[in-house]
């Protein structure tokens, strides 16, 4: 079960747009339109912020954004706020042999 | 409000066996499948193990197929893991987490808190 590859590190000041790559194969990101991605603030449990590629869970703001194309999924925060300095993972559903893989994980950090 | 709340984590030596307990509320556990998500120091997500809603289909990562066993008992409203042999890159945090239908993992939509696995001798 190889991990999905995403950037190690992203940075941006406040009100800026980031954006984060997800790389996996055909076999997972490009097979499948269920790509979710998680926030994870040190120390505490992931939360999803992204679901099935593009959607948002009741809550989640909508600077919030997911898409794909081909074998890479992303993420992009817009109008970049302090709070959103975290870990990001992508992670997709792999077929029922497979299962599931998570991405490497990427920190935001808001200079 | 939907809860999960793990327990039965501790340092155990290298070998030895633990059972992990996720109690949940606020929700119809047995409509819901569940998973393991475990994270070690340091280090991203990895998914372990998951379960349909009753219990009946079961998944396992390559890492720990063999050596763990997810169950959960509806009644209770309680998902298990049952590690054994365990080794020291077992050594995680351990969430357990609440996928969105009876039988489809295409992501988790609420998790717990964790609790932390340590193997060493």
């Known amino acids: 079960q190889s991990a999905l590859t995403q950037p190690r590190s992203v940075s941006g000041s406040p009100g800026q747009s980031v954006t984060i790559s997800c790389t996996g194969t055909s076999s997972d990101v490009g097979g499948y339109n269920y790509v979710s991605w998680y926030q994870q603030h040190p120390g505490k449990a992931p939360k999803l912020i992204i679901y099935?590629?593009?959607k948002r869970p009741s809550g989640v703001p909508d600077r919030f954004s997911g898409s794909k194309s081909g074998n890479t999924a992303s993420l992009t925060i817009s109008g970049l706020q302090a709070d959103d300095e975290a870990d990001y993972y992508c992670?997709?559903?792999?077929?029922?042999?497979?299962?599931?893989?998570f991405g490497t994980g990427t920190m935001v950090t808001v200079l | 409000e939907v809860q999960l709340l793990e327990s039965g984590g501790a340092l155990v030596q290298p070998g030895g066996s633990l059972r992990l307990s996720c109690a949940a509320s606020g929700f119809s556990f047995s409509n819901h499948a569940m998973s393991w998500v475990r994270q070690a120091p340091g280090k991203g997500l990895e998914w372990v193990s998951a379960t349909h809603d009753s219990g009946a289909k079961r998944y396992y990562a390559d890492s720990v197929k063999g050596r763990f066993t997810i169950s959960r008992d509806n009644s209770k409203n309680t998902l298990y893991l049952q590690m054994n042999s365990l080794r020291a890159e077992d050594t995680a945090v351990y969430y357990c987490a609440k996928e969105p239908g009876p039988s489809q993992y295409f992501y988790m939509d609420v998790w717990g808190k964790g609790t932390t696995v340590t193997v060493s001798s």
């Open positions: 099935d590629v593009t």
């Open positions: 992670c997709s559903f792999a077929g029922s042999y497979t299962f599931r893989a």
